[in-house]
């Protein structure tokens, strides 16, 4: 038998060339489900989508799972020992993607165009107390303020708004009334993007980091949660990701196909029911105690998350900064709600479905918003329960911009809301409490304590006595507990369903995040 051998060394070579091109073409893009669109990714205002505005978008510093700080685009950073001066030495090896320098100055016409529209940011106490953002030479900024305030380095780390954007996409170097493009310093870039339809994100090819393996994000609007996962089944996509964007049912569905693989962070926030004590009926906080006791979070936690959320026994979980105070919980007990209402004057009449009060029957709304696609589930439940014990639940579904809108004006009974999370909990979400941007505020309105509530919230922020600090936000938290204003349902958790091979996938500190730069296949 004759061997070509010059033929099989030309084989050989094809097939190692081969496998090589394989492994050099694998792939590097990445097809993901969002309900609506990106919408305004201005990092300095509060429309856009939050991690798409993390994708584009980087702070001075990191914030990490353990509640430190790393360096980001400053390499170091001081602090004076009054607490009232931070001082960061930056990167000198970054630009945007559109080629301007990153550097002080360009990091102090960025804060400069937040502290100019303070009023959009009353909410976020660290603006009002900054007095001065000073580029002290080319790659040091240092950042004054009136007062001490120990969150302010968690507040510049989130995804907004303290994040940087190009000089080139500011509109006379401010960013209060629109930006003209989405130019960042992030790892990615926005491409195409047709509104609610579809966004695609591209790896930033000048980034100063370590380079995201994935070279592509392909966002996909997709507003129907079956939808979703009709698109995640026949390979139209390859993840779902987010606390509300599959149902407790769907998840464990997935959990059992050996084609997909599901993962769940530990709780990262309180989904919870804002009663308004301003409405006649939720004025007295007999009845709204009554309504604590009248909904069995653990029935929720089994029938509609099965178990996958933990029953939340109060506002904010015992590992949340400053919360473990030992609150006693609402339990559920009916026949204690019953003769809270009768306490209340809401009394049972012959005759009549409903409890009545001078003759007019109890009846109060419950808003959700309709893209969630739990709330309605524990809407109908709440519904019954509140049948159980003569009062009339309506419930009311809407667009979240309108939702949103209905919050802010104080325009409801109930509505469904959630804590912020880490690392935003305990301090933006009570000092978001003391202005008008949230329902919070309107829903407090009927609290005689309310003026101290705000007192005692600005007082624990800018305290550098923690024993001082721990007792203000006892306070507000146990009032807010006593006086029934907040109805905690469960401790939510963020989920993902992805196909197999999709690795690396991590749930961020913040909920809102997800950290594409970290998947591969």
């Not at 509609?304 to 590992?319: H, K, Q, R, V, W």
């Not at 696609?373 to 667009?399: C, P, R, W």
């Amino acid at each position: 038998m004759f061997f070509n051998f010059s033929h099989l060394k030309k084989i050989l070579i094809v097939l190692i060339f081969s496998c090589c091109s394989f492994n050099s073409f694998a792939k590097d893009d990445i097809t993901f489900a969002n309900f609506r669109d990106i919408r305004d990714l201005n990092p300095h205002l509060y429309s856009g989508e939050m991690w798409a505005q993390n994708m584009l978008y980087e702070s001075l510093v990191h914030y990490n799972k353990d509640g430190t700080f790393s360096p980001w685009l400053a390499e170091s950073w001081t602090i004076s020992n009054d607490g009232k001066t931070y001082t960061f030495k930056l990167r000198k090896d970054v630009t945007f993607s559109d080629g301007v320098k990153f550097d002080a100055h360009s990091a102090k016409l960025n804060w400069d165009a937040v502290l100019s529209n303070k009023v959009r940011h009353t909410w976020l106490e660290m603006v009002r107390l900054i007095t001065e953002v000073k580029a002290v030479d080319d790659y040091t900024l240092q950042v004054n303020l009136s007062e001490p305030y120990y969150p302010f380095m968690i507040e510049i780390a989130v995804t907004r708004p303290m994040r940087f954007i190009s000089p080139n996409s500011m509109i006379d170097g401010e960013t209060k009334n629109g930006v003209k493009s989405y130019i960042g310093t992030g790892p990615y870039v926005l491409g195409d993007h047709k509104k609610d339809q579809y966004a695609v994100f591209n790896a930033n090819p000048t980034y100063w980091g370590t380079k995201p393996i994935l070279k592509k994000v392909t966002m996909k609007v997709i507003a129907d949660n079956q939808s979703r996962l009709m698109a995640l089944e026949k390979g139209e996509i390859d993840l779902i990701y987010g606390k509300n964007m599959v149902d407790a049912d769907s998840f464990e569905r997935f959990s059992a196909m050996d084609k997909f693989q599901t993962l769940m962070s530990k709780p990262v926030s309180s989904r919870i029911v804002l009663m308004n004590t301003t409405r006649s009926q939720l004025s007295d906080v007999n009845v709204r105690q009554a309504i604590e006791h009248i909904i069995s979070k653990k029935d929720i936690s089994e029938g509609i998350f099965n178990n996958s959320e933990a029953p939340a026994d109060t506002l904010m979980a015992t590992n949340i900064p400053y919360a473990n105070l030992g609150l006693k919980p609402y339990v559920y007990d009916t026949k204690l709600a019953e003769t809270l209402l009768d306490k209340a004057g809401w009394v049972k009449v012959k005759g009549q479905d409903y409890r009545q009060k001078d003759g007019k029957p109890f009846e109060i709304t419950l808003y959700y918003d309709s893209n969630t696609a739990s709330q309605k589930t524990i809407a109908q439940y709440m519904q019954d329960e509140f049948e159980q014990v003569g009062l009339k639940l309506n419930i009311h579904g809407e667009e979240e911009q309108g939702y949103r809108d209905r919050q802010k004006a104080g325009d409801f009974d109930m509505v469904f809301d959630i804590s912020w999370g880490t690392p935003y909990d305990p301090q933006s979400f009570l000092s978001g409490m003391k202005l008008p941007v949230y329902g919070d505020y309107m829903a407090q309105q009927g609290l005689k304590e309310k003026p101290q509530i705000d007192a005692s919230i600005s007082k624990a922020l800018i305290s550098t006595d923690e024993k001082e600090r721990q007792d203000l936000f006892r306070y507000v938290l146990e009032t807010l507990h006593n006086e029934a204003v907040y109805i905690p349902l469960t401790y939510e958790r963020n989920r993902a369903i992805a196909v197999k091979s999709l690795k690396g996938i991590e749930f961020a500190p913040s909920q809102f995040d997800i950290p594409f730069e970290k998947m591969h296949f």
